[in-house]
């Protein structure tokens, strides 16, 4: 699995889960949305961290530099 994000889009990837997540247990968010929202907050965490996005591959994107 080769790394095919770049630093930008994982920071980007991580303050979004980090807000969802503060959203989600503030309570702001309930029901579907919450559910919803939780899982996409789940994906964006794992994916920041691993600095591999599947969705890419197919679409053929790379934000990652050190190619």
Not at 1 to 30: C, F, H, P
Not at 42 to 49: F, K, R
Request: with cysteine; glycine share 8%; proline share 1%.
């Amino acid at each position: 699995m080769k790394k095919n994000m770049g630093a930008i889009d994982r920071g980007i990837r991580l303050v979004v889960a980090i807000v969802l997540t503060v959203l989600l247990a503030t309570r702001v968010l309930s029901g579907v949305a919450a559910i919803v929202l939780g899982i996409i907050a789940v994906l964006l965490l794992v994916t920041s961290l691993t600095g591999f996005c599947l969705l890419y591959v197919p679409l053929k994107i790379s934000t990652n530099k050190q190619e």
